[in-house]
């Protein structure tokens, strides 16, 4: 399975998949804890077949590199194996190469079944970004593969992407209804209710725990046993289990990065560096810039945000030269952290640095992506980040302007989320403008899940004289154990000003 820690953006990151074990040709059934497919794999190779379901096997246990070089074997037997195009997409470590292999899958879906043709059609919408073709045509699949968790847990993550967060906790539960042995769908209904408003947190404690009873030596549970303790403040049980998950298999990156996100926000800046550290060690040369960049964060909760800054710039510096597929995104991700945080401390001349750098590493990110609704809604980030500098330099005019065009540029984009950005920016303007009742009408209507919008929201209610309203919002903030540059950010000046 792909992670599902950031269920709702990600363009994969929605699907529970199954691992099985093929008893014959054309039948499948499943293996310990894992769900059989319903849907039927349409390849006359058996070594096709059988890389795949091994391929699903890892997916589910979130070990993606594994995962990819299964269906590359998979489609080294059967070159027009659509259903294998499709999962090497999802496990692709790049937008290149999820775009490559959603092209492959579409030109191999002659040969598939109804239901295959369904999920490539789906996740072909979803490519270009048309997320009410995408929730059509995963509506479909459920209907056409109502025994299949999978194809629930799919639904649900378009129905995430259509703000429709009723429908996809419905479609989740119907999963686990489906099948309650199949770890992995617990853990996407659990992580909905830890990462996604409205938060429960309670029931994703009890979500998470059934899928450690159902697969208690796979560190992947552990993991995001480890989300649910970081979610309730329990910070040296979140470490527990993430050591936990260190213990199990010593060789992933994923335990150490988890650790020291904990020990970051425990103030253990040492010990965060050395397992930042190591995970970059470990990683695969892909994910070492990320991790690179929480090595940097650590920076932000010591008080010195020019030196996270600084380190961010090498960071992405660093990624030209690194030869690795994701390169644009890597650099993307460490840049749009350093732009948020000299934004946020008034650090313009580096914020606009880093905007200077992020506008080409978009636009050729863009070309990747293959698709006039990605290219456009790479145009609004950078609307999005022009804008934001405007605003920071008090030229408010200009920075409305920014999220106007930000709207007219995703205008035609079939996705009911796509003006949470702009309006987002309109606060910020808004907000340092002293316009504080129009400041929170408008990020009301941003990201619902963005602690850097639940910070500003509280700021513009204090400053409209809604107190109590404000102290919830700074709560909010205060209490997101969950690690970016925003919450680096915002984390301890919410916790004074919720007291």
Known sequence: ???????????????????????GVGKVMPASDQAPMAIPIST???????????????????????AREHFDRALAADPNFALGHLYAAFAAPSLGGYRTHIDQAGLAI???????????????????????GQLALAQQLVQLTPSDPR??????????????????RVSLDRGTQVDAGFAPGWILIG???????????????DYVRRAVAISPNEPYTHDYMG?????????????SEYTRMIELDASRAGGYQQRGHVNSFLGNFAEARADYDRAVQLADPGTKPTFSVFHALVGVYAGDAAAAEAELDRIAASVDGMNIPNADGAKIFALSEEARIALHNRHLDVAQRAIDQLRPALRRQSEMGRSEAFKRANEAQINYWEGMLSARRGDFDTARKKAFDMMTQVASNQNPRKNEGA???????????????AAEAHLAHANPDDVYVWYNRG?????????????????????????????????????????
């Not at 792909?2 to 994969?12: D, Q, Y």
């Not at 987002?424 to 002293?434: H, V």
């Not at 109590?468 to 004074?496: G, T």
């Open 1 to 23: 399975m792909l992670s599902v820690r950031r269920l709702v953006p990600a363009l994969a990151a929605m699907i529970s998949t199954a691992a099985c074990t093929t008893t």
């Open 44 to 66: 006359q190779s058996a070594t096709a077949r059988v890389e795949f379901l091994r391929g699903l096997h890892d997916l589910d246990v979130e070990r993606a590199v594994q």
């Open 110 to 132: 002659t040969g598939a079944s109804p239901a295959e043709q369904l999920w490539i059609r789906a996740e072909r919408a979803n490519a270009d970004n048309d997320v009410n």
């Open 151 to 168: 194809a629930y847990g799919y639904l649900a993550g378009a129905q995430f992407n259509a703000g429709r967060r009723e429908d996809a």
């Open 191 to 205: 992580n909905s209710y830890l990462q996604t408003e409205p938060r429960d947190l309670v029931k994703a404690e």
């Open 227 to 239: 989300d649910v303790y970081r979610a309730v403040n329990n910070l040296p049980q979140a470490r």
């Open 423 to 437: 309006h987002e920016l309109l606060g910020m303007a808004d907000l340092l403008e002293g316009k504080y009742a």
């Open 459 to 499: 700021l513009a209610l204090e400053g409209a004289g809604r107190a109590a309203e404000a102290k919830e919002y700074f709560r909010r903030a205060a209490a997101w154990n969950f690690n970016n540059a925003s919450a680096a950010l915002v984390k301890r000046d919410a916790a004074a000003k919720a007291m």
